[in-house]
Each structure stands twice: as structure tokens, then as C-alpha cells.
């Protein structure tokens, strides 16, 4: 009897300097448009300065990013969730497709044409590859920051090559 496998996995994309001068631009053009319209409109402005701290917290919001990995029976989804709101699919893959994986540190240079799909919490530590061919994007190469038990599942279901190969690139015995 076949067991399934699954586990999936969230992962917090650190904000960088960009997203951080965001954050702080419209909370500052909230607080002025806010007292703009309550000094030029008086009643009115009070209720266009709640609509406005209300489009600057949807916009704040917006600025946040996590991407879930999702693996069932040797599948790969990746979705990209936008402030805990929204949800959009990435990337799917079949494991027993992945031409080559591991950290990405030890990868080969990208060919040209390949597409690159990052889903990595943006610290540039932990960061794995994996390149496939994808139906309908080509050839893709994914970045992403698995944890150990996501490893663990994916070099499960990889080819014995790919298999071979990352544990020759990452020193591991057996």
C-alpha cells in the first residue's frame, strides 16, 4: 500500500530597503493627504481622511510578501501570497522532471533563455535551485529557501541522476 506524501511550507520574504521606503512613503502621504483634507474640507474631511488611512493600510499591506510551498506525491506548487490577502500561483513542477537541484551556491551558471522564478525569503542564506522543463514556460530554474523536511520529500521523489549528483555537490553520504 502507497502512502501520500505531504508537506508544505511557508516562507516570509524579508523586506529589503525598497519595501522598508514604501512602507514609510505611504504612511507619510497618508498622514498628509489626511490633514490636507481635513483643513480644505472641514466635515467632509474627516471621512476622506478615514478613507485615505484606510487605502494607505490596504496599500502597507500590499508591501508584504510570503511565498507557501506546497509538495503532494512528488509535486511541487509555489504560491505567492501578497499580504495575506491574495494568492498566486507561481510555478507547478513534477519532481521526476528536475534536470538538476541543489544549493544554489554549488549551481551551475543559468542557461540563456531560461526563465527564473524567485521564491526565496531575500536573505540569500539557505537558498536552493532546481531546473526543469516546464509545459508551457520552458525551461525554468526556481530559487527558493526549502527547509530540511522539504528536502527531505523533494530528493525523494527526484531522479536517481539529479539524486546523485546533489549529494556528490553537498558532501552527503548514502
Given amino acids: 500500500m502507497m502512502t501520500d506524501v505531504y508537506r508544505e511550507q511557508l516562507v516570509e520574504k524579508r523586506p529589503g530597503g525598497a519595501a ?21 474640507l472641514y466635515v467632509m474631511g474627516i471621512l476622506l481622511a478615514a478613507l485615505i488611512f484606510y487605502g494607505g493600510y490596504y496599500l502597507l499591506m500590499g508591501v508584504d510578501c510570503e511565498y507557501e510551498y506546497i509538495f503532494t506525491n512528488g509535486s511541487l506548487d509555489i504560491d505567492k501570497i501578497i499580504g495575506k490577502r491574495s494568492r498566486k500561483r507561481l510555478v507547478s513542477a513534477e519532481c521526476e522532471n528536475f534536470t538538476s537541484f541543489g544549493m544554489l551556491k554549488n549551481a551551475p551558471a543559468a542557461a540563456d533563455g531560461i526563465t527564473t522564478v524567485l521564491a526565496s525569503d531575500g536573505t540569500g542564506e539557505g537558498e536552493y535551485y532546481a531546473d526543469f522543463k516546464h509545459s508551457s514556460a520552458g525551461n525554468v530554474r526556481l530559487i527558493f529557501t526549502p527547509d530540511e523536511e522539504m528536502i527531505k ?11 546523485a549528483e546533489y549529494k556528490k555537490n553537498n558532501d552527503i553520504i548514502g
Fill in 20 to 40: 522598508t521606503a514604501k512602507k514609510i512613503l505611504i504612511v507619510v502621504a497618508a498622514i498628509l493627504l489626511s490633514i490636507a483634507a481635513f483643513y480644505f
Fill in 153 to 163: 520529500v523533494i530528493t525523494s521523489a527526484i531522479p536517481r541522476p539529479v539524486l
